[in-house]
């Protein structure tokens, strides 16, 4: 291109269609080769005429190859410039006729890439367009028909006579029917395609819109036109239905789609007035008769019309076509006008399968109405003739007048779209019923279960325990119970660390005689817990149910029973010290009482045991029980070869030593250190029988004399640095210390407290 001359033009030129010939790669290479010749537009080129000839000869030459659609978006896609307006400048530099521009617009709307798509669709539809300026006149026959013709001709666009033969069909032709003329060479053998053409271009004289768009990728349907032209379309019953004919017929997903238009713009489309004005005088050729401006739709004109125009519409399908891409309902106003309609339309009560029988696809727009649906009173919207409508007359007075939170399908579709990302727009939608009928939203949802049950273990979370504790609310149990014992369990279990929830736990498993099978069928952490609270008047229960487990379970059921013995302990500490309030004090007083069973039945197993870790600690705790309670269940476990009584005497006999002078700190703890590591158990014993009365005798350090005082202050902060105490003794050693910490500075717990700290610190 660059060296041609017109002397070696006609060689040039067979050689780049040569290239084009090769197929795919060569089309490619021209088209690109030809859009970098017009976005350079180098002027001051010695053969600037030559090379614009060449240029457009090859450009046409390449379109009427089968793969130029492929070839010509594939070039455009590699633009590494904006591609805005390049099709106007390729027109024009290259004088592409009419009929060409048609061309590669089509070819342009096989992009894959949305945006090209777009372009190319818009390019096409602006040519066309420019053929009909003058409204009052028709569209000359023989444009249409050049444009066909070349189509039809042209392979590389011929798969686009269909996308064009729906666009001409909007088109007033003063011709009609128009059909491509048979190629000159094949007229002697196909003399009866006129008919054949007659046939293939029939339909283009049909006002389809849905067809003309369908095919360009964004679809104007009747929903959009009725919109765009405003409530004026619904001014009278005439001028609905002659709108509305032009549509025919009017199919049920149509109708459906114009009633989401409209209940989406009732208050909105003051200003279209004037578009409806321009389009009634467009295609009347006359000026609108003055008429009552509307500021909204008149929904009956628009129903009375479609019911006239469809008389078979089935409106049941026309809710159910509900679903469809950007179907909203904006506010309560809007869902108002939308039941009205279908009130107006069909007497039958609303179909609820069509909103609640399963999730939409536009998720969105089934909360939009599912939103205002159960916030509706019963005259505009209700669910009371629900086929799955709970049926608990203890229940009947609760809730709103619609039936909403009765309606099992309306609950089981919030689930589903709480677990697809709607959780927020469904929580939002539970605040009435959790404040004002928990009970029966948490029933409706035990009938429900989903892939992860999270909205149901969510309002569980939120409404069991207020239930629980609500003696009168006991029936609200019992159902839960028969209809979801899964969910009834997992309530249980969240809410028993709630010491007045525990308790009511216990009565309610009595009431409904379902202990044993919550014991079975919850985790350790729980079930021994509720064992020692249900059992508290009969230990003899408790023992054999503990029995049991640990022949089965062995040391995973032990652990879980050591844990609750430091927590006994742990809490007996603080309620000695009076910093525990009702109802906390009574549940930490039947663990304590259950202390002797676990300490009896877990001792009896000792040497089943597999874990070390586990015997020790369970002897240290079995030391701290014993030292705390001198009753007949702690003499009956073995501490030491000479028994408890002798240890214990022994044991004070070291603290008068030491608090009378005789034997300083460090002789002390060097002592117990010694004691805590020996593989004498006698000496082991009294290791631990000091420590457990140092532990019991902290809350009576305020009544110390100073010198004692600072003496066991001391001897407590020397027994935390020289870690003499793990486990459960650490815990309640710290425990001391952060309670002194809070008292005031000039008190003896605080003073007690600094010289305990300076002790572990130097």
């Known amino acids: 291109l660059q060296g041609a001359t017109d002397a070696d033009r006609e060689s040039v030129r067979r050689e780049l269609c040569q290239l084009v010939d090769y ?31 060449l240029l457009s000869a090859t450009f046409r030459y390449c379109l009427d190859k089968t793969y130029f659609s492929t070839c010509f978006c594939e070039a455009l896609m590699r633009i590494k410039t904006g591609t ?25 709307s096989d992009s894959d890439n949305s945006g090209m798509k777009l372009k190319g669709q818009q390019f096409a539809i602006a040519q066309i367009e420019e053929l009909c300026l003058n409204p009052n006149q028709s569209v000359p026959n023989d444009q249409i028909h050049e444009i066909v013709v070349f189509l039809h001709q042209t392979d590389g666009l011929a798969k686009h006579m269909d996308t064009f033969s729906n ?32 046939e293939m271009y029939l339909d283009s004289t049909n006002d389809d819109f849905e067809s003309l768009l369908s095919e360009i990728g964004k679809e104007i349907s009747m929903a959009d036109i009725v919109t765009e032209l405003g409530y004026g379309c619904t001014v009278d019953s005439t001028q609905c239905k002659e709108i509305l004919s032009t549509f025919q017929p009017l199919d049920d997903v149509a109708i459906s789609k114009l009633l989401g238009a409209v209940i989406g713009t009732q208050n909105s489309l003051a200003e279209a007035h004037n578009t409806y004005a321009t389009f009634v005088s467009a295609i009347r050729n006359t000026h609108l008769s003055e008429s009552p401006q509307l500021t909204t739709w008149n929904t009956d004109v628009l129903v009375d019309s479609i019911n006239e125009l469809a008389p078979s519409t089935n409106w049941v399908h026309v809710m159910e076509s ?27 009560p609303f179909p609820l399968h069509a909103v609640c029988g399963s999730m939409w696809t536009n998720t969105e727009g089934q909360i939009s109405f599912l939103k205002h649906a159960i916030s509706a009173p019963a005259t505009i919207f209700t669910f009371a003739h629900s086929s799955r409508l709970l049926a608990l007359p203890d229940f009947a007075s609760l809730g709103p ?40 939203l948490l029933v409706g949802l035990g009938h429900i279960n989903t892939a992860y049950n999270l909205l149901q273990f969510e309002v569980l979370s939120c409404a069991f325990p207020a239930i629980l504790k609500d003696a009168t609310k006991r029936n609200v149990v019992n159902y839960l119970w028969h209809i979801n014992p899964c969910l009834t369990l997992r309530g249980f279990v969240d809410a028993h660390s709630d010491p007045s929830c525990l308790l009511r736990i216990v009565d309610v498993c009595h009431d409904l005689k379902i202990l044993s099978a919550v014991l079975e069928s919850t985790p350790f952490a729980f079930s021994i817990r509720l064992a020692a609270a249900a059992c508290r008047k009969d230990h003899s229960h408790l023992e054999k ?21 430091k927590e006994a302990m742990n809490a007996a500490s603080y309620v000695v010290e009076g910093t525990t309030e009702q109802p906390q004090a009574s549940v930490v007083d039947t663990y304590w009482e259950a202390c002797p069973p676990f300490i009896k039945v877990l001792q009896s197993h000792l040497g089943q045991l597999l874990s070390n870790q586990l015997s020790d600690e369970l002897r240290e705790l079995c030391a701290l029980y014993e030292s705390r309670n001198q009753g007949p269940v702690a003499r009956d476990i073995p501490t030491s070869e000479g028994g408890s009584d002798d240890v214990e005497v022994e044991a ?12 300083n700190i460090d002789v002390m703890i060097q002592m117990l250190t010694r004691f805590k590591e020996s593989p004498d158990k006698r000496e082991q014993s009294i290791f631990n029988c000091m420590i ?10 305020t009544k110390y004399p100073d010198k004692q005082l600072k003496l066991a202050a001391v001897l407590f902060g020397s027994l935390i640095k020289h870690e003499l105490v793990a486990h459960l003794g650490l815990g309640i050693a710290l425990r001391a210390v952060l309670d002194a910490l809070r008292k005031s500075v000039d008190s003896k717990v605080a003073q007690i407290c600094f010289i305990l700290v300076s002790t572990y610190v130097h």
């Open 23 to 53: 197929g795919h790669d060569g089309c490619l290479l021209l088209l690109q080769v030809c859009l970098d010749e017009v976005l350079l537009n180098d002027r001051e080129a010695k053969n600037l005429q030559l090379k614009h000839d």
């Open 84 to 108: 805005d307006g390049l099709l106007e400048t390729l027109s024009s530099a290259l004088e592409l006729s009419a009929a060409e521009k048609v061309g590669i617009g089509l070819a342009l």
């Open 167 to 198: 666009i001409a069909s909007l088109l007033e032709v003063g011709q009609s029917p128009f059909f491509a003329p048979i190629p000159k060479e094949q007229h002697d053998v196909q003399s009866i395609n006129h008919s054949r053409h007659l």
């Open 322 to 348: 509900l679903d469809h891409e950007g179907f909203s309902i904006p506010d309560e106003a809007a869902f108002c006008l939308l039941m009205n309609i279908y009130g107006r339309a069909c007497k039958d």
């Open 401 to 440: 007048g619609n039936h909403a939170w009765f309606c099992l399908d309306l609950l089981e579709v919030l689930c589903q779209l709480a677990e697809v990302g709607h959780t927020v727009s469904v929580r939002s939608m539970l605040d009435y019923p959790l404040g004002h009928c928990p009970e029966l």
């Open 545 to 565: 149910w503990l029995t049991e487990k640990l022949t089965v379970y062995k040391d995973g059921f032990v652990e879980e029973c050591v844990n609750f013995l």
């Open 652 to 663: 004070n006999a070291y603290f008068h030593q030491m608090f009378s002078g005789q034997i």
């Open 692 to 701: 457990s009365n140092l532990f019991e005798e902290y809350k009576f350090f």
